[in-house]
T-cell receptor
Framework: GAGVSQSPSNKVTEKGKDVELRCDPISGHTALYWYRQSLGQGLEFLIYFQGNSAPDKSGLPSDRFSAERTGGSVSTLTIQRTQQEDSAVYLC???????????FGSGTRLTVV | TQLLEQSPQFLSIQEGENLTVYCNSSSVFSSLQWYRQEPGEGPVLLVTVVTGGEVKKLKRLTFQFGDARKDSSLHITAAQPGDTGLYLCAGVLGNTPLVFGKGTRLSVIA
């Protein structure tokens, strides 16, 4: 597609439920990034994919968080047993190999009630 | 500990005024980027600065990278309501993903 597409745009879930957030990057972009943005905070790095592998998972806050990328394209971020502190906007970005700038999607606003 | 400190955190000005926002760190970055984010959208890349002392202009926006590559500034001349948004700086450290500051939230009042 023309841009980075994220779905759903909004998700309200009950505490303890699992959620899946999807990111469809720009075609041909080999790198894919997940960030989390909480109110009043900057972008917090979660995980990075180069192709289908994740060289850097250092930002995942707990073992309830996992992510995968298949076919060098679509990525899914899964949060198990959601907690209220997981409420945030989850942003996905992609970039071409060697490029410095990222192209971001519009994000998924997750609210855990 | 925040690697990139942005100031001010909030800024509200009248249309036509000039302003400068800052991005500071104790770390040396190989490059630094500025993004603008509007409500409900993801950040959009404005500029990348690479060389210490570099100045780049984008219409009424002037970006400067410090000589030591530890800090940067964004100056807006004659601000307009369309400049309203969250301005984020982000730095590249080696081969790692971008590190972002918390941003400066700018409101330009007509």
């Amino acid at each position: 597609g023309a841009g980075v597409s994220q779905s759903p745009s909004n998700k309200v879930t009950e505490k303890g439920k699992d959620v899946e957030l999807r990111c469809d990057p720009i075609s041909g972009h080999t790198a894919l990034y997940w960030y989390r943005q909480s109110l009043g905070q900057g972008l917090e790095f979660l995980i990075y994919f180069q192709g289908n592998s994740a060289p850097d998972k250092s930002g995942l806050p707990s073992d309830r968080f996992s992510a995968e990328r298949t076919g060098g394209s679509v990525s899914t971020l899964t949060i198990q047993r959601t907690q209220q502190e997981d409420s945030a906007v989850y942003l996905c970005a992609s970039s071409r190999e060697g490029a410095r700038g990222y192209t971001f999607g519009s994000g998924t606003r997750l609210t855990v009630v | 500990t925040q690697l990139l400190e942005q100031s001010p955190q909030f800024l509200s000005i009248q249309e036509g005024e000039n302003l400068t926002v800052y991005c500071n760190s104790s770390s040396v970055f190989s490059s630094l980027q500025w993004y603008r984010q509007e409500p409900g959208e993801g950040p959009v890349l404005l500029v990348t600065v690479v060389t210490g002392g570099e100045v780049k202009k984008l219409k009424r926006l002037t970006f400067q990278f410090g000589d030591a590559r530890k800090d940067s500034s964004l100056h807006i001349t004659a601000a307009q309501p369309g400049d309203t948004g969250l301005y984020l700086c982000a730095g590249v450290l080696g081969n790692t993903p971008l590190v972002f500051g918390k941003g400066t939230r700018l409101s330009v009042i007509a």
